[in-house]
C-alpha cells in the first residue's frame, strides 16, 4: 500500500468517525473536540461500542488508558476486552470504561501531592486527542489526576493553558471583528534530534544504559570538525531505520516529513508537519518510543539524552510554536504589509517572553540540558528573541512614528543563467537564538531531546494569555480603539525590546551585554528553578487556572528531586564502572609493562620508554584512587540538608564537581592503556558504528 492508504490506518480518526458512529453521535463528539463541550455518557456508550469494534477488526485485544505521568515518559495499564458469559465470553467495552480509568497514583511522582497510602487516581479520556491501536492493544489518550483533582501528569496543565489562551485570543479577535471564529488553537512541530549507535556497543556501556549519557570516554581523533556529516547521504543500515520508523508513524497517524543526518557523526533529526499542540505533544511521545523500539529491531539503540557524548553536539527538541483559528487562519502570519492584528500578537508573544524569561527556562531545566544549553550547538541559557530584519524595522518604526516602507522582495542571483531565479526572504535565519521568529511561527529552540513539549508549551500559552488579557482589558474599556491599540503597541515594544537580540547568541560579548540589559542567565538548573515559585510565576498560572499553588510548588519539588536523582545515579555509576572495570583493567596493562620492564632488563636491554609509560601510568592511578575516594565519600555522607533545594545543591556544588575530576583522570588512563584492556567502546566505535 501506498502512503495515503497507510497513513492514520491505526487511528480511530475522524473518517472513521464519521464511517461508525451514528450522526447525532458524531456530531456531539466533534462538538466535545472542537469547542471544548461536555460530552454525556450515553454519547461515550456508543463511541466506546464503535471503537473496540475497530479495534477488534484491527487484531487489537486490550485496551489501555495511556497518559503522561511526571516521569516524562508514558505510562499504560492494559485490561483486555473479555468479559465472561457462563463458559463463554464475549468483547465488551463501555463508555465509563473509556471515560474513566484508575492507575494507582501512589506509584507515580506526585512531588508530595499524594502520600503512598494515598493510592486512588483517575485517568480520564482526552477526546481531543485520537484513539489508536499499538502492540495489540488499544491506547486512549487520557489526563491523569489524583483523588482530590489534583494534576499529576504533563497533559492536564497543557490542555488549560490551551483552553486559557484561547479564551483571551477570542476577546482580542472579537474586538478586530471576527465573530465566526470559536476557539484559538496553538500548533507546534518539535524537530526531534537523536543519536543511533550499535546495540552491541550500547550494551557493553553501562553509563549509556543507566543514565542515557557516556560518564567517561576519551574524544576521537575525528568528530565534528570537518562538518561533513550534516546533510550528508544517509547511510543504509540508518536509512533503513528511518524508512521503517516513518512508515509506522505514518500508521499512526503522525505526519512526519523530514529526515536527515545532524551535524555530528551518528546524530540525526526528523521533524514533522504542524498539529495542534495537544496531538503534537502526544504524537511526540509516541515517537521517542517508536524511535528506541525501531533502533531496537535494527540492532541500534537510539539515545535521546541532551548529550550523550562530551565535545560533539548534543541533542534539542526545536519546538516550532503558533497560533490558529479554529478556520484555520495562522495569526503569526505577518504577510507582505503586517496589519495592527498581526502586530498585537507579536508583541505580546514580546511581553510574554521579556516578563517570565524566567519560567521559560525553568520549563527547559534538566541535569541532562544542562550539559547542552550555552555549548557551541545550543542556545545560551539566556532567553532572547530573534525578530529578523524585517520585523526589527517594523518595531523601530513603531517606535520612532515613522511610517513603515514594505519591502519588494528582491530576486536571487546566483550568477548563471541555468540556473532558476526565486524570491529571497526578507530576513536571514538565526540558529543561535533561543526563541526565534521564523516566518510565521516562533522556533523555542531551548527544550531538550528527551523532554515531554508539554511544559515549555503550558508555560508559553500560559505567559502569553496574560499578556493578551491585559491588552484586552484595556482594549475593551477603550473610547477610542484605534488610538489604545497603536499606544499599546508602541508602549509594549518600548518596554520589552531588552529582550530582542537579532544577533551571535554564542557571543562572549553578547553574555556581557544581555546582563547590561537586565536579562537572566541562569547557567544551571540549580539556579533557575526556584524563580518557579516565585509570587509572579506563582501568580500567572493559578490566574489563568493552569496550575494551582499545591500543584506549583509540587512539581517544584519534584523538579528537585528528580535532579538529585539523576546526579545521584550518575555518580554511582561512575563509581562501579570504575572500581569494577577500569581499576582492574589498568592494573592488568601495568602489570604486562612490569613483566615487560623486568625481562628487558634481566637481557640488559633499555626500556626507558615503557618505564616511562608505567609512571605515567602509575601518577594518574594516584589521582585516580583520590578522585575516586572524594566521590564515594562524598555520596556516602550526603548533603546533611533538610530541604529539597539545599541538597540539590549540594549534588551540583559538590557531586558533580567531583565527578568531573574524577572522569579528568579516566579519560587520560584511556589514551593510555592498551585497547585490549579497556573495557568499554571507545568514542569512536561508537559514533561511527552505523555509518558503515
Known sequence: MGVPEIFGSLVFNDQVMQARLPKDTYNALRKTISQGTHLELDVANVVASAMKE????????????????????????????????GDKIIMEFSGKELVRGEPDASSFPSGGLRATFEARGYTAWDPTSYAFIKDGSLCIPTAFCSYGGQALDKKTPLLRSMDALSFQALRILRLFGDMTSKRVITTVGPEQEYFLIDKEMYLKRPDIIYTGRTL?????????????????TIKPRVSAFMKELDEEL??????VKTKHNEVAPAQHEMAPIFESTNVGTDHNQITMEMMKV?????????????????????????????????????????GDNPDEQFLLFLAAIIKAVDEYQDLLRVSVASAGNDHRLGANEAPPAIVSIFLGDELTEIIESIKSGVVYQSRSKAQMELGTKVLPHFPKDTTDRNRTSPFAFTGNKFEFRMVGSSFSIAGPNFVLNTIVAESLRQF????EKADDFTKALSKIIKDAIVKHERIIFNGNNYAAEWVTEAEGRGLNNYKTTIESLPTFVEQKNIDVLTKHGVLAEEEIHSRYELLLENYVKTINIEALTMVDMTKQEIIPAVMKYEVELLNLVQGKKSLS????????????????????DDKLETLDSALVNGSGEQDALGDARYYRYT???????????????????????WPYPSYGEMLFSVLN
Open 54 to 85: 475497530w479495534a477488534l477488526e484491527h487484531g487489537a485485544t486490550h485496551f489501555t488508558h495511556w497518559f503522561q505521568p511526571m516521569t516524562g515518559i508514558t505510562a499504560e495499564k492494559h485490561d483486555s476486552f473479555i468479559s465472561p458469559q
Open 216 to 232: 567517561f570516554g576519551s574524544r576521537p581523533s575525528k568528530g565534528q570538525e570537518l562538518e561533513d556529516h550534516y546533510f550528508v
Open 250 to 255: 505514518w500508521k499512526l497517524g503522525i505526519p
Open 294 to 334: 525501531i533502533a531496537a529491531k535494527h540492532n541500534m539503540a537510539c539515545l535521546l539524552h541532551e548529550k550523550p557524548f562530551a565535545g560533539v553536539n548534543g541533542s534539542g527538541k526545536h519546538n516550532n510554536w503558533s497560533l490558529a483559528t479554529d478556520a484555520g487562519k495562522n495569526l503569526l502570519e505577518p
Open 472 to 475: 484586552a482589558d484595556e482594549l
Open 605 to 624: 636491554l633499555c626500556a626507558q620508554m615503557e618505564e616511562h609509560l608505567l609512571n605515567k601510568l602509575s601518577d594518574l592511578c594516584d589521582s585516580l
Open 655 to 677: 557531586i558533580f564537581v567531583a565527578m568531573s575530576e574524577l572522569r579528568c583522570i579516566v579519560d587520560q588512563l584511556e589514551q593510555y592503556v592498551a585497547k585490549k584492556y
